[in-house]
Every structure is written in C-alpha cells, then in structure tokens.
C-alpha cells in the first residue's frame, strides 16, 4: 500500500522532515511483508512454510550499546551502571534521530506498523514502528498485540520506534561506542535503532521502556513466562536462558498466557506482547511440540541452518550462531489465553540450571528468600559452552533480566516483596540442573521429575508433607514429593564425596553473597539475611 492510499497518522512522519517520496507501507499483512521479504532478498520460504532470515553482524542483543538518554526525567531515576544502563546526552539522541530520517529519504520503501503492548486495556502502550526492512515488519506483527477495526482508525502513537539496521554511526560524531547502537528516550517516547538487524533488539526496547513506565502505575514488570490452570490459577516461571522457562510454561494441560513479558496488576497478570520469541537451537518435537509446531506459514526464523540441498531446517545447526530464534503470533499456540490475562498468581517457580549440582532439585522460599533470589537471578553455564571454560561459570542477572531493568533492583523487588506477602503467594526454587556432582560428574536432573515436582507444587501436593532446612542456603526442601524418588530431593544425599559438596556449595554460597553485596546499600536488610549462610 503506498503513502497515497493511506492517511498518514497524525502526520508525524511529514513533521519529522521525512520525505514522502517513497512508497510507505502501512499495516501489511504477514502474507504481504512475507512475499516483499522474498523478492527483495531479505529471506527463503522453508519447507514448513515459516520465512527464514539472517541477521547479519548481530545475531544477538549487543548490551554494550544500548544507551538511555539522561535528562531532567531520568537523571535521578535510572540506575545508571557500566553494564546496561549507558548514558546518553540528548544531544547526540537528536544527532542520531536526525541521521536516521536522512537515511530513510534515501530508501526507496518503508515499512510502518502500528501496534500495542499490555494486553490489559488499562495499561496499553500504542507504538508505531517503522522499519527498513518487511521481514522486520512481519516480526513486529507478531510479536506485539494487533489492532483491529475502529482501534486501528483511530490510531495515535504513545511510542515510536525507529529500525534502521543499516545504517552505519560513527562513534565519534555520535557518541557511541561501536558503528551500531539502541537509544531509548522517555522524553521523546522514542526508541532508536541504528547497526544491528537483530530484530530482538525492538521487542526488548519497548520491554526496557515498559520497566520504567509500568512502576509509575504500581505494576511489577516481570521478564519471565506465564500460564494458567483448568481452575483459573495463574503460575510465573522466572529463569534465563537454559533454565527451561519456555518448556515448563509451555504445558500441555494449561493454557499459556505468555512465554517472555508480563505486568502484574492489583487485578493480575497480563502480557505485554502478542507472540513469542522462542529459542530453536536443538528443537524437538517430541519436547517442545507447540514451538516446533508453530514455525509454520507466518512465523519467522533467524539464522537457522539448513540440511544440505534443502530447505528443512537443521536445528542443530550452530553454523551462524546458538542464539537460533522464531516469532510466531500467541495465537500460533494451542488453547493459549485470549486476551493474554491471567488472575492474581498462586505460585511463582524461579528456575535455575545449577551446573555445580548443589541446589536442591525443588524448594520451597520464603517471601525474603524470594526476594532474594530474584535479586540474584542465578544460573550456571556448563563447561564447554565457551572456548576454555572447563568449570561451571556462575551467571547471576538481577530480576532475570538486569540488561531491561532501568530501574535499581531493589525497587522491582521490593514491589514482588509487597505483592507476595498481600496475596500470600507459594514461591519456589526449581533446579534443572545437576545432580549427583557437577557438570561432568553429576547427571542432569530428569526433564520429567521437573514436570512432576511443578506439577505437585501447583496441585498443591506439597503442603502436608515434611521439609528439612538446607544448612547453607537456608532452603526448605520438603523430603518427599510425588513422582519423584526421595533420594534425589536432598543434594547432599546424592553426592558420593559429602565433603567435596561441603566444599562446593560453600564456594556458590560465596558468590552469591558477592553478587548482592553490589546492591546492598539499597536493599532491606531482611532481603540480605536471607541469603545463604557460610
């Protein structure tokens, strides 16, 4: 559809001095940004109909160069930091904007849609993307919620994003750090994206501006997944990557409310997006047959290899990268939530892969021992993930999602503390991890006594049963769970040398010790003291 056949929105892009020359392409169908992907080069049909793309240079977020104006509005709000939170001066946001709108009167089509995020109506985000790319347009069709009949007429924008991946800045004229970079600014209601064609980058922008927003509102912004029961009860499932947050809220006999990006109401829970970003690298229908079964006609596939002289997808290709990714509509998966809302939560699971194999493989938390885990948002990666890496590697993310959380810790926390306590939630630590030992040693606890220990916690199983408390971590590890043999709830039990676990989970004590000393000037001393104990 060209400009001519449209009624240019609020005529913010003739404002913007963005010449109207080019055809500009409003709300296209995904079979439409599909067909244009195809003859303009961007991507291939696969064999099970889903469009296939390469990313280019970036086939993954780059943290490094994602920057936040700082001004009157966020000067003293942001937790400003050298990991995530990067300042920016609004002069070189103005610099980079305009740069961007010169590129754009260069391109000869662009791709605009008009979308929303939060699929609570009270809290709803309306965005306008526009995009260099259509393939880039299919993927914000599916992965933001869509309008339809008179919301679509009446469109008005809160958000711009403006994708321009390739477009090339020079650091020094534009004050960054590398030739690509994100800049988010709150004043503007503006995100920028110039560098990178990783489309991941546009969905974790407006989740990072939404992290500032829906506090403002008393709203906990959560990076994990959710879903609900035959009954209406709600589970969260907090965890990063390898953790099996998707596959364990991805559940047959529930109804998926969201796979990634969730706010948390005094009503409940609802979604902030309309589709899903799934990770394919090893991909098994027999494991995740929702996912596998969603890379269909309108889905999306990044840098995913193929098999030799076709075009099936090879999904344990590593050939471009690990971070092998789909995005496909929620309403891709069956019986998920619509709308994607859900009632206040009755249990919250955090997961972690511990790949020194001395967490218990279920736990139950107290309201600061919550507190304090989703502070710490541990993990471990296992060896032999990295060149050189021959011991597990300790990966702690605060909030599991430090890279979008603009604000200090602490205050995401303490909003979970409050909602806890008042709706009296049962919180718990799952460990996919190891057992027997650590990675190497150990044994990698069964996909199926994870699903039987969460299943038992949602059931309810696990109330009248016997807990013993772990002597380091302060946990409550109940000793006897359906499903599951008695012999492997107990870590310590299971290792041969109980010394050499002594020894080890002393060593991981310590470092999350270590971890939340950075936030400790900021937290409630309760928090800290329900860390582990040395």
Request: proline share 6%; aromatic share 10%.
């Amino acid at each position: 559809m060209s400009v001519s056949a449209i009624a240019l929105p609020s005529g913010d892009l003739a404002n913007w001095g963005l010449s109207l020359h080019q055809r500009i392409h409003h709300q296209l169908s995904p079979e439409e940004l599909e067909a244009y992907s195809i003859v303009r080069g961007e991507g291939i049909l696969t064999d099970s109909g889903a469009l296939a793309i390469r990313t280019g240079e970036f086939t993954g977020r780059s943290p490094n160069d994602r920057f936040i104006v700082r001004d009157e509005l966020t000067d003293q709000v942001i937790n400003w930091n050298d990991g995530f939170n990067h300042p920016m001066e609004p002069r070189y946001f103005d610099l980079i904007f305009r740069e961007i709108i010169r590129y754009f009167n260069e391109l000869p089509e662009l791709w605009i849609r008009d979308a929303y995020a939060c699929a609570d109506e009270a809290f709803r985000l309306n965005i306008r993307v526009i995009n260099e790319k259509a393939s880039a347009n299919l993927f914000v069709y599916n992965m933001f919620l869509r309008p339809d009949g008179e919301d679509r007429m009446g469109f008005i924008p809160d958000w711009h994003v403006l994708c321009a991946p390739g477009l090339q800045l020079d650091p020094a004229t534009f004050g960054v750090r590398n030739r690509n970079a994100v800049a988010i600014s709150f004043q503007r209601k503006m995100i920028l994206i110039a560098g990178t064609g990783y489309t991941g980058e546009i969905k974790k922008g407006i989740f990072t501006a939404l992290n500032f927003l829906l506090p403002l509102k008393n709203v906990l912004s959560m990076h994990c997944s959710a879903n609900s029961g035959e009954r209406g009860d709600t589970a969260l499932f907090f965890g990063l990557s390898g953790t099996g947050k998707t596959t364990l809220s991805t559940d047959p006999s529930r109804r998926l409310i969201g796979d990634d990006e969730h706010g948390w109401s005094d009503k409940g829970i609802f979604n902030i997006e309309g589709g899903c970003y799934a990770k394919t690298i090893d991909l098994d229908e027999q494991k995740e047959p929702a996912i596998f079964q969603a890379i269909r006609k309108g889905a999306l596939v990044e840098n995913v290899d193929f098999f030799p002289g076709t075009r099936t997808i090879n999904y344990s290709g590593r050939s471009v990268t690990e971070n092998t990714r789909v995005s496909y509509p929620l309403y891709y998966i069956p019986d998920a939530c619509d709308p994607a809302i859900g009632s206040i939560p009755e249990n919250i699971f955090f997961l972690t892969c511990d790949a020194y194999g001395v967490l218990p493989p279920l736990s139950a938390l107290s309201p600061e021992q919550a507190m304090y885990q989703f502070i710490s948002g541990y993990t471990a990666k296992v060896a032999g993930t990295e060149e050189g890496v021959k011991e597990p590697v300790s990966t702690f993310s605060a909030c599991f999602g430090a890279p979008f959380m603009p604000l200090h810790p602490g205050k995401y926390a303490g909003m979970l503390g409050e909602k806890l306590r008042k709706y009296k939630v049962k919180c718990w630590l799952v460990n996919t991890g190891w057992s027997g030992g650590a990675y190497g040693r150990g044994s990698r606890i069964s996909l199926p006594y994870t699903r039987a220990m969460i299943s038992a916690a949602l059931g309810g199983k696990l109330h009248s049963v016997q807990y013993r408390k772990d002597p380091v971590f302060g946990l409550m590890i109940p000793d006897h769970c359906p499903g599951v043999p008695s012999s492997l709830l107990h870590p310590r039990d299971t290792w041969a040398d109980e010394e050499a676990y002594d020894k080890t989970a002393e060593r991981l004590a310590a470092q999350f010790k270590t971890n939340l000393a950075k936030y400790a000037a900021e937290l409630d001393p309760a928090i800290l003291a329900a860390g582990p104990v040395i």
